[in-house]
């Protein structure tokens, strides 16, 4: 389960247990208890006063995966209300009244992909782990919101890339595409990312919010609209 610890006005938000930990998911996927979890712990950093920034990374070989498909392979009555979960899951991320960092130290795929575009910046490894939007490789159409949210965060050539050729793409390459905004050496993401975060953390606030909201007012809609249509359907929100 996700879980926090603290460096200053900067929250980092892991997003499991070491890879080694009995009964963790090294893959980070969005089990309906990991989305709880990580909704729990944004309330717990938005309940802090002052300054304040968040960083989210996974440990060892990924970030995320996305979407728990065995689970929803598991439950396939409940798909729509699932995917309807993560698109407001990555909805509040996407307008969090307080600076955003997404350090991707490993694999980043799917819905995790998303969640890291939902950030305000991503800083990716530069040399191992990609970066994949693969719902076109797997035959699996994408949630509405997860296209308005690409949509709303890159530019329209390298969304289209993405989202139609499923491709891999390294740190060097998702830096060239604009998927990434940085990439760092493989014990540097991290301090990269928190860094960052540091030098504006003291833009939390209800005017960020605000202005994030503006700017993403369509994609932050269509989140949040709830999925339908897709129970017992392939779907790749993640």
Not at 108 to 123: E, K, P, S
Request: aromatic share 8%.
């Amino acid at each position: 389960m996700p879980y926090l610890e603290h460096e200053g006005d900067v929250a980092i938000l892991y997003f499991g247990e070491s890879q080694h930990t009995a009964g963790s998911d090294p893959e980070n996927r969005f089990h309906p208890e990991w989305i709880a979890g990580f909704h729990a712990l944004l309330d717990d950093i938005e309940a802090q006063d002052g300054p304040c920034a968040l960083v989210t990374t996974g440990a060892g070989k990924y970030y995320s995966t996305g979407a728990d498909l065995r689970w929803a392979a598991e439950h396939p009555d409940e798909v729509d209300g699932y995917l309807s979960e993560i698109q407001l899951l990555l909805a509040r991320l996407l307008i969090a009244p307080l600076p955003t960092v997404a350090a991707l130290q490993g694999h980043t795929f799917g819905a995790g992909a998303f969640l890291a575009l939902a950030h305000d910046r991503a800083v990716m490894r530069v040399d191992r782990g990609y970066f994949c939007l693969p719902g076109i490789t797997i035959g699996a159409s994408y949630a509405p919101g997860t296209v308005a949210l690409a949509s709303a965060r890159l530019a329209p050539r390298a969304a289209h890339e993405a989202l139609v050729s499923g491709r891999r793409y390294g740190g060097v390459d998702a830096l060239t595409l604009g998927l990434v905004d940085e990439t760092a050496a493989e014990n540097e993401v991290l301090c990269a990312a928190v860094e960052y975060a540091k030098n504006l953390a003291h833009t939390r606030g209800a005017v960020l919010g605000d202005i994030k909201s503006r700017l993403y007012e369509e994609a932050v809609t269509r989140l949040r609209t709830p999925v339908a249509g897709y129970n017992n359907a392939s779907v790749a929100c993640g």
